[in-house]
């Protein structure tokens, strides 16, 4: 049964955060071709356009006393609201179907590179679907174990890889940065899809929920901003020819504890994998719930899981079908109509009646 007591405030940051760092922990700069100095400032500016874009989504839930956006749009745009919960369920699926396709691309092209892309999907959905129907609050008791974990080795890594650390190759900006600059920008804002689930979830929370989207953006902005300098600073040119630039800054890293934290980063990016797909999985099963009345509330979860596993085999055939998904993604469509456009409509709707009753 898919119980959605209240959780914390903390709890549903973590979860937001481990999240965003399951896609962060794939970061390659190569791919922008910017300096360290040029994707700091990228970063920084980044968590306060974050912000930003949560603020609709924030005085809805202000606005609506608490409630989550969906209900929200229920209550302002009557039947239309019923579009907001087919998008949210749609774009919900699609992340839990991209997050699963990344996974497997991972562990296929690094780690198990001879095994069927069936040997990790499978097990995946099968697990996510068993921990998001013990509910949100186990989820969010998992996530914390894991953002433990996630301090306690990006910090060792940290130290471990120190003497490695060459300032030289923190280049500073320049002006040919300036395109991939803002294509950098624009794609950290349109990934920290995070904001979905967020806007679906917030009714189940205590807490201010504005200090929480603030925290959210803080903390991922300083973590995002640690692996793009191990990045820079340990790998150099060498981060030009790797897939996976910051898991060889793990691979590099040796301590008495452990050989190498190659280990210890694929252990995290599987538990970081689970949780995010557990979190997209719990806020399309309730956007589920909006279309049909099911007597048992793992019903919507199962069906949400078939779809994703569906879909996720048939995305992991061809790498075509993953830059399709990515670049999807990239243009900003699911930030742009569930976190601005129906926040806007909603308090726009909401105060036009207002309006009208006060005549």
Do not use: H
């Amino acid at each position: 049964m898919i119980k959605l007591p209240k959780i914390s405030l903390s709890q549903l940051v973590v979860l937001l955060v481990i999240s965003r760092m399951f896609a962060m922990f794939t970061y390659k700069p190569t791919d922008y071709n910017l300096s360290a100095v040029a994707a700091g400032i990228a970063v920084a500016l980044s968590v306060v356009i974050n912000i930003l874009v949560f603020l609709p989504s924030l005085a809805v839930l202000k606005r609506f006393d608490g409630r989550n956006v969906s209900d929200s749009a229920y209550i302002a745009l009557g039947s239309g609201g019923k579009i907001f919960s087919f998008l949210s369920l749609a774009v919900c699926l699609f992340l839990a179907i991209e997050c699963l396709t990344q996974f497997e691309v991972f562990m296929t092209s690094t780690i198990y590179m001879t095994a069927s892309p069936l040997f990790f999907i499978i097990p995946m959905v099968l697990a996510a679907v068993y921990i998001s129907r013990l509910g949100v609050e186990s989820v969010a008791r998992l996530a914390s174990f894991v953002f433990g974990g996630l301090i306690f080795t990006v910090l060792a890594i940290l130290i471990a890889v120190s003497p490695e650390i060459n300032t030289v190759w923190v280049e500073g900006a320049s002006g040919s940065d300036l395109p991939a600059f803002f294509r950098f920008l624009l794609e950290n804002i349109s990934s920290t899809t995070e904001i979905i689930p967020f806007m679906i979830l917030a009714s189940n929370t205590k807490g201010d929920l504005k200090r929480g989207a603030v925290s959210f953006c803080i903390i991922i902005g300083v973590l995002f901003q640690l692996i793009s300098f191990l990045t820079f600073a340990v790998l150099g040119n060498y981060r030009e020819t790797v897939m996976f630039p910051f898991y060889t800054v793990a691979a590099m890293a040796e301590s008495t504890l452990t050989e190498r934290f190659n280990s210890a980063y694929t252990a995290l990016w599987v538990f970081m994998a689970v949780i995010r797909l557990c979190l997209y999985l719990l806020a399309a099963a309730k956007s589920v719930r909006r279309f049909y009345v099911f007597k048992n509330d793992t019903v919507p979860l199962l069906i949400c899981g078939a779809v994703v596993l569906f879909f996720s085999i048939f995305t992991t055939q061809k790498i075509t079908y993953v830059n399709i998904m990515y670049y999807f993604l990239m243009t900003g469509i699911p930030i742009i109509l569930l976190a601005l456009v129906f926040p806007i409509s909603i308090l726009a709707v909401r105060k036009s009646k207002e309006r009208r009753k006060d005549k």
